[in-house]
């Protein structure tokens, strides 16, 4: 089974700073995918970026980017220029692939979680 | 409009009661999956299924049970109905060879109160 650690809890930092949240995982898995979404008070589940594993470029949506590690078995997600609707919930979830009726994937492992807070 | 469908939005059972959580999706996607999300836990998978007729446990699936009839629908039930199971429930939905390009579609999710 694989784990996924958030070791922040929560962290808070000033509007149009940059914040990284940090993302570890244990796995015996070589083929797989690592997630960060975004759940603001509004409880809804927004994807933000994703990364596989087989590709050693690290993957970048706009003021989102990660910094993959995969020997170190790191994912960590740098938000850019933040902004106060960034202020969130932050989940690194992992994926394991596998082959099923053609091609298919297991459910998500998800971490406990940052608390991200944007002040003005 | 497209996506995934939880209802109802809040619901207070008291214990030993039974109930179902809905779960629609109309992007015929075959995968669909419940997590349930407590207080410093994330969220952990209770059950999935790949297609209709086909279910499976995930993480946490005691005291839950699902079936698939169609591709639409997954409904989540509560046989009897605990204060543990104090929880908010997703579910979500992905076409299964495209989860990993586009990760799931989540709900709204169901904010349930075990008394």
């Known amino acids: 089974a694989q784990t996924v650690t958030q070791s922040q809890p929560e962290m808070s930092v000033q509007e149009a700073e940059t914040v990284t949240l940090s993302c570890t995982y244990d796995?015996?898995?070589?083929?797989?995918?690592l997630f960060w979404y975004k759940q603001p008070p509004s409880r809804q589940m927004i994807l933000v970026i994703r990364?596989?594993?087989?590709?050693?470029q690290n993957a970048t949506e706009n003021r989102f980017s990660v910094n993959f590690q995969k020997a170190a078995k790191s994912f960590s997600l740098k938000i850019s220029d933040s902004q106060l609707g960034d202020t969130a919930m932050y989940f690194c979830?992992?994926?394991?692939?596998?082959?099923?009726?053609?091609?298919?994937?297991?459910?998500?492992?998800f971490g406990k979680g940052t608390h991200l807070i944007i002040q003005p | 409009n497209a996506g995934v469908t939880q209802t109802p939005k809040f619901q207070v059972l008291k214990t030993g009661q039974s109930m179902t959580l809905q779960c629609a999706q109309d992007m015929n996607h075959e995968y669909m999956s419940w997590y349930r999300q407590d207080p410093g836990m994330g969220l952990r998978l209770i059950h999935y299924s790949v297609g209709a007729g086909i279910t499976d446990q995930g993480e946490v699936p005691n005291g839950y049970n699902v079936s698939r009839s169609t591709t639409e629908d997954f409904p989540l039930r509560l046989l009897s109905a605990a204060p543990s199971q104090t929880s908010v429930y997703f579910c979500a939905s992905s076409y299964s060879g495209q989860a990993p390009a586009y990760g799931y579609t989540f709900g709204s999710g169901t904010r349930l109160t075990v008394v």
């Open positions: 979830a992992f994926m394991k692939l596998y082959m099923y009726s053609g091609g298919g994937a297991d459910g998500l492992t």
């Open positions: 796995t015996s898995e070589s083929n797989y995918y």
């Open positions: 990364q596989e594993a087989y590709k050693q």
